[in-house]
Each structure stands twice: as C-alpha cells, then as structure tokens.
C-alpha cells in the first residue's frame, strides 16, 4: 500500500495563477482532509470530506475550493493563488473519525 | 473555535533524558487527544492517543498522560534517542469532530 499520496511535491506559483492539489490514498478510507502548516502554527484544517461527493469547510477554507468525485481521490484548488497562500499543504484520509494517515505534503510558494 | 496551547515551543535534552511536552486546552466536550510526531520533510503520524475514559497510556517508551478536569494532557518520553528528534504535536477532537492541532514542539536529542 502507497498510502496517501500528494502531487505534485512543490510549486512556485505568481500571484493570480490557479493551480490544483491532488490527493490519493488506497486505503479505502472514508474521510479526507485537507491542511495547511505555516511556521509556529500548528496544522490548519482547509476543507474536509466524510464521503466521497461530499466536501465542507474547515478552519481556514477563503481562497480554496475542493472535489472528492472518487473515494480515493481528493482535490485542492486554489483558482487565484495570493502570496498568504504559501504554505506547506498536507493531505490526510481517516477510516472514521479519529486517527489520520497524512501525506508527505506539497509546498508551495507564491511570488 | 478550540484553542490548544502547547509549551514547550523547543525542547533540547540529552540522549537517554526524558522529555515532557505538555498541552492546555479550553473545550470541556473534547474527548480524544492523540500526538503526532512529524519527521524533517515528511507529514505527520500518530504515534499515540488516549480518549477520555483514560488518565493514562503507555506504549514502550512513550506516555501520555490526561487531567480533564485541569483541561490538560502531556506527552512523556524517556530514556529519549536521537531518532526521536522532530517536531510533536498535541491535537483533539473538537466540537465538530474535528482534530484542533497545537502549535507544535521542536525536540532535539543531543548525543
């Protein structure tokens, strides 16, 4: 088992770009979740899902937009990337409502 | 929404020392605290948890420790490593069943 992928592992985006996050675990896991860690800030929850066609907002959910069409698959767009938008994005999937599997993340940068 | 605060933000001991890393929180209803260790480059994992039926929980040389009505919980860690330098965080499940992370402990084992 991969686990929960991430692709891409970085990117350099300029101000007013869009860009899409994808997010892949083989783990038939129901729940997936979306963060963003910042220095000194711990993880910030984006947008999550508890089911495939199903998504909603977490912490911190302005400037982003999210799609879980497949079980596995949880997307993470950004439709005009700001620079308060860098950060270090992290993917997560659960089998229910406790412990979460996180990917190795995608930072990104934007100029 | 849920505020965690955890201290401290850096902790350097020496290999075969313990370390404490302790986190305050201020919702009454949470019930499941776990603690993830996040490695230089790589996402967050579990390496312990405890509900709230429990004051304590051991696994090898990891402990965790819950006061509910102090509204705080600690990581203990002995005869600590090198491996077990990284970056620690406290999380619990919040209101919306949603994990509320701390903002994360940086420990350096020093040989």
């Known amino acids: 088992n991969a686990g929960v992928t991430q692709t891409p592992k970085f990117r350099v985006l300029k101000t007013g770009q869009s860009m899409t996050l994808l997010c892949a675990q083989d783990?038939?896991?129901?729940?997936m979740y979306w963060y963003r860690q910042d220095p000194g800030m711990g993880l910030r929850l984006i947008h999550y899902s508890v089911g495939e066609g199903t998504t909603a907002k977490g912490e911190v959910p302005d400037g982003y937009n999210v799609s879980r069409l497949k079980k596995q698959n949880f997307l993470l767009g950004l439709e005009s990337a700001a620079p308060s938008q860098t950060s270090v994005y992290f993917c997560a999937s659960s089998p229910q409502r406790y412990e979460q599997y996180f990917g190795p993340g995608t930072r990104l940068t934007v100029t | 929404g849920e505020n965690v605060e955890q201290h401290p933000s850096t902790l350097s001991v020496q290999e075969g020392d313990s370390a404490v890393i302790k986190c305050t929180y201020s919702?009454?209803?949470?019930?499941?605290f776990p603690w993830y260790k996040q490695e230089l480059g790589k996402g967050p994992q579990l390496i312990i948890d405890?509900?709230?039926?429990?004051g304590e929980k051991k696994d090898q040389r990891i402990a965790v420790t819950l006061n509910k009505t102090a509204k705080h919980f600690s990581l203990h860690i002995t005869e600590t490593q090198p491996e077990d330098s990284a970056v620690y965080f406290c999380?619990?499940?919040?209101?919306?069943?949603?994990?509320?992370f701390g903002g994360g402990t940086r420990l350096m084992v020093k040989p």
């Open positions: 919702d009454s209803a949470s019930n499941y």
């Open positions: 783990m038939n896991h129901e729940y």
């Open positions: 405890i509900r709230s039926n429990v």
């Open positions: 999380a619990l499940e919040d209101a919306g069943n949603m994990l509320t």
